[in-house]
């Protein structure tokens, strides 16, 4: 035995060391009871009375998270957008929000749609500068920052320890969509912010098999007790053979996305001077804007996510998408296959996403097997163009 406390990568391969006391059994049974008995003096002592609040395999993967996080308490919930308006929908009409303009596309729109109408006062900052958030900040009436670091489609960083401290100041709290960098790259909570919200769909779970989002908190303070009694209450919880399978991915996470960011830095060394890429867009190459933050407050690599701005405009992206034989054409991320997506097309008119972009979820195939795929496509987009 050793007082060194475990390394989050051990708690994940573990799961939290937890096995099944009844059987002896490694892997903790699978959960599915709805409800749970009463004693006899009508008293529910071992805590648990119905499914819709009270799940053991939940728990266990809420248990692992929150670790891995280093946060007072973790909620998971139906999917990442349940847990991402949550934190929305425990403000008051009224209250001032402020967003990245470079974000997850399903999030803005219900921002600018749904949350607005309900009363929210949303505003859309360059998140990527502190100077801009710190001018749209308002103190007293700013409740929440939103930020998404990187961010969705362009990878672009926020400074996440410089928004914490411009929220803080004015009164509101920081958020941060952690989807992306993962909690093997970044820990938020460490950097100053109140919450984490991850689309556990991504790489939490990792085999593209789960829909799931999490919510973890720096405190259990009187918020946070607002957003377990919203999801009790609205009922947008995580049923338990998602969490059950998010546990079984989290085993291998860290595996995963060591594999998935190395790959990924290789590929947009490899593809920056190609002549049919325009740009790669990714925070592990010096030249992109976020580099030296993102070295700041990533470590061990910058994600497994990135961008090619296809030479030859929407075309030739989509050309170039067409003609991958190894990659899979779909949106989503974070599994271990990788995939490509031509993002304007599914993000649609209006869309603030160069159309020459293509959107890459670098999995933990052989990288030079990726590698090859894509300058073939490349070559073959740009001789047929
Ligand atoms: C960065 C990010 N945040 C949030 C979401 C929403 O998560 P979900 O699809 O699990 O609801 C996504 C989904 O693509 C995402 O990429």
Excluded at 15 to 41: F, H, K, S, V
Excluded at 48 to 69: F, I, K, P, Q, W
Excluded at 330 to 356: K, M, N, Q, Y
């Amino acid at each position: 035995m050793t007082d060194r406390p475990w390394h989050p990568a051990t708690l994940a391969a573990q799961a939290l060391g937890r096995t099944d006391e009844t059987t002896g059994a490694l892997i903790p049974p699978l959960q599915t009871a709805t409800t749970y008995l009463r004693d006899a003096d009508n008293q529910y002592r071992r805590g648990l009375s119905y499914g819709r609040a009270d799940n053991a395999t939940v728990a266990h993967a809420e248990a692992l998270l929150c670790e891995l996080e280093g946060g007072a308490g973790c909620l998971l919930f139906a999917s990442g957008m349940a847990a991402a308006t949550a934190v929305f929908q425990a403000l008051a009409p009224g209250d001032h929000v402020l967003a990245p303009k470079v974000m997850y596309w399903g999030l803005r729109h219900w921002l600018m749609t749904f949350a607005r109408h309900w009363g929210l006062a949303v505003e859309l900052v360059e998140m990527s500068e502190p100077g801009a958030l710190a001018a749209a900040v308002r103190p007293g009436a700013t409740k929440l920052v939103w930020i998404e670091t990187p961010a969705n489609p362009t990878w672009a960083v926020t400074d996440i320890a410089a928004a914490a401290e411009i929220a803080h100041r004015a009164g509101a709290r920081l958020a941060v969509d952690g989807t992306a960098a993962t909690p093997v790259l970044s820990r938020p909570l460490q950097h100053g912010a109140d919450l984490v919200m991850h689309s556990a769909t991504k790489y939490l779970n990792g085999h593209s098999d789960v829909v799931a989002g999490a919510l973890v908190g720096a405190r259990a303070d009187e918020f946070w007790q607002r957003l377990a009694a919203l999801r009790h209450d609205a009922g947008a919880i995580l049923g338990p053979f998602e969490a059950w399978l998010l546990l079984r991915g989290m085993r291998t996470l860290y595996l995963r996305v060591a594999r998935a960011s190395a790959s990924a830095q290789f590929l947009a060394e490899r593809l920056r001077g190609h002549a049919n890429v325009a740009q790669v867009l990714y925070p592990g190459l010096p030249e992109h804007p976020g580099h030296a933050v993102a070295a700041r407050q990533m470590q061990g690599g910058f994600g497994g996510m990135l961008s090619l701005r296809v030479a030859g405009g929407e075309a030739a992206a989509i050309a170039t998408a067409a003609r991958v034989t190894l990659w899979h054409r779909a949106t989503s991320l974070g599994g271990v296959e990788s995939l490509i997506e031509h993002r304007a097309s599914i993000e649609g008119p209006g869309t603030p996403v160069p159309p020459d972009l293509l959107r890459l979820s670098v999995g933990i195939e052989d990288p030079a097997d990726l590698l090859a795929d894509l300058e073939q496509a490349l070559a073959g987009a740009a001789a047929s163009g």
